[in-house]
T-cell receptor
Framework: DAGVIQSPRHEVTEMGQEVTLRCKPI?????LFWYRQTMMRGLELLIY????????DSGMPEDRFSAKMPNASFSTLKIQPSEPRDSAVYFC???????????FGEGSRLTVL | SQQGEEDPQALSIQEGENATMNCSYK?????LQWYRQNSGRGLVHLIL?????REKHSGRLRVTLDTSKKSSSLLITASRAADTASYFC???????????????FGQGTRLTINP
């Protein structure tokens, strides 16, 4: 199994630009989570999906952030426009129904200049 | 807001010693999990303990759960340099759809094992 796949691994962009982060969950997993990790705030849950439906997006910082899951094998997290304070590592994780264990991707390190 | 709070924030010990990390949480839970994160990598699941369990073992790991005190501990015995990493506890809230439970992480304990 390839595990959770995220892209890009690193992204450096300028303030105001649009950023799109991508995630491919493990096949057969029906829950998908987007987390953001910073030194100051630790791991924050941004949004999670169950069976491709957004269940809780209360962690999304503001309207500049949006996430989609058009099918069971793909999700995107978009930031438009990006700001320097969005710089962080963004993790995608998935899990199978009825289980508790999350499987994380290697993360996308975003730097907004 | 974060559900779990780890203690200590950082721990440095000699190889071969035991390492103990603690986690406290605020609301009733279905289960509590511990994860490990090596620098620059994603989190990796270590162990899950259910709310009706008090202790669980996995290799050199021992986890305890005290629901009356809303706390858990992770013990790593006979530590090795390769155990150097950050360790996080994570909790999900009691109730709601099992398949849709969200997992909230603490701030983590940075463990350093000195050779």
């Amino acid at each position: 199994d390839a595990g959770v796949i995220q892209s890009p691994r690193h992204e450096v962009t300028e303030m105001g630009q649009e950023v799109t982060l991508r995630c491919k969950p493990i096949s057969g997993h029906n829950s998908l989570f987007w987390y953001r990790q910073t030194m100051m705030r630790g791991l924050e849950l941004l949004i999670y999906f169950n069976n491709n439906v957004p269940i809780d997006d209360s962690g999304m910082p503001e309207d500049r952030f949006s996430a989609k899951m058009p099918n069971a094998s793909f999700s995107t997290l978009k930031i438009q426009p990006s700001e320097p304070r969005d710089s962080a590592v963004y993790f995608c994780a998935s899990k199978a129904s009825g289980t508790g264990e999350l499987f994380f991707g290697e993360g996308s390190r975003l730097t907004v200049l | 807001s974060q559900q779990g709070e780890e203690d200590p924030q950082a721990l440095s010990i000699q190889e071969g010693e035991n390492a103990t990390m603690n986690c406290s949480y605020k609301t009733s839970i279905n289960n509590l999990q511990w994860y490990r994160q090596n620098s620059g990598r994603g989190l990796v699941h270590l162990i899950l303990i259910r709310s009706n369990e008090r202790e669980k073992h996995s290799g050199r790991l021992r986890v305890t759960l005290d629901t009356s005190k809303k706390s858990s501990s992770l013990l790593i015995t006979a530590s090795r340099a390769a155990d150097t990493a950050s360790y996080f506890c994570a909790t999900d809230k009691l109730g709601g759809l099992q398949g849709a439970q969200k997992l909230v992480f603490g701030q983590g304990t940075r463990l350093t094992i000195n050779p």
